[in-house]
């Protein structure tokens, strides 16, 4: 692809997904157009075998920007990340089309793993803000994964993950994310957990009272 039209599609995919922007002239503005900019180019480089200069140019970027993505990673068309301060992509990332990514994403490894480390990460997939995708598994098309969340395991496609651990709370939401990049209204199974202990409980102390008051009859 020449710059010119890499330009121009950066610019279409920020516009689609960022309300905030008002015109063509501020993407320019944008870290994460900057980012992914050095990034192809150190790809380019990485692939050629030429790591040295690769690094120099991904790092420079990451100094410049906030946003560290190793060359070495594959990523498809369409990735937007928003603010994107602290978002780190590990090497052996795979990144396909059109997904979102918040600031303080980490797509790393768990430690312990060798080749392939990082995660794999579908099409149209939403990563909110600070959350970790640690581990060489699959994250599958149309996922959505909440802020704050840690996903340590494989995800299906059409999921929301939410939670520390990431656990799936959500299946067959096959809307796409760049359609529909709400953060906050994620389901939150630790909130529906404790409403139902506070039900539970208010209908065992009603039972109580119940059962306090045939005694006090009887009496």
Same mark, same amino acid.
């Given at each position: 692809?020449? +710059? ?9 995919? +920020?516009?689609?997904?960022?309300? @905030? ?5 501020? +993407? ?6 900057? !980012? ?5 180019? /150190? ?10 200069? /690769? ?5 420079? @970027? /990451? ?9 070495? !990673? ?16 590990? %090497? ?30 579908? #099409? ?6 600070? !959350?970790? +995708? ?12 909440? @802020? ?24 067959? #939401? ?10 906050? #209204? ?6 529906? %957990? ?23 009859? /009887?009496?």
């Amino acid at each position: 692809m020449k +710059v010119f039209d890499f330009i121009r599609e950066e610019i279409a995919v +920020v516009r689609d997904r960022d309300p @905030a922007i008002h015109s063509d002239m501020e +993407v320019f503005l944008y870290p994460s157009f900057h !980012a992914i900019l050095h990034y192809r180019l /150190a790809h380019r480089l990485y692939e050629k075998k030429h790591y040295f200069l /690769a690094r120099w140019i991904s790092q420079r @970027a /990451a100094h410049t920007t906030g946003i560290e993505i190793h060359p070495g !990673a594959k990523i498809g068309k369409g990735l937007f990340i928003d603010h994107g301060h602290g978002v780190i992509i590990g %090497e052996t990332t795979i990144i396909g089309d059109n997904c979102t990514l918040y600031q303080g994403v980490t797509l790393g490894g768990n430690g312990k793993e060798k080749g392939k480390r990082h995660p794999t990460i579908g #099409n149209n997939v939403m990563i909110s803000a600070g !959350a970790k +995708v640690l581990g060489s598994f699959t994250i599958g098309d149309n996922v959505k994964v909440g @802020a704050g969340a840690v996903v340590i395991t494989p995800v299906p496609d059409n999921c929301t993950v939410v939670g520390v651990p990431g656990r799936i709370v959500k299946r067959n #939401n096959v809307r796409s994310p760049q359609e529909d990049l709400e953060q906050i #209204n994620l389901p939150d199974p630790v909130k529906q %957990e404790i409403q139902d202990i506070r039900k539970e409980q208010q209908r065992l102390m009603e039972e109580i009272e119940q059962m306090k008051q045939k005694l006090n009859q /009887a009496e």
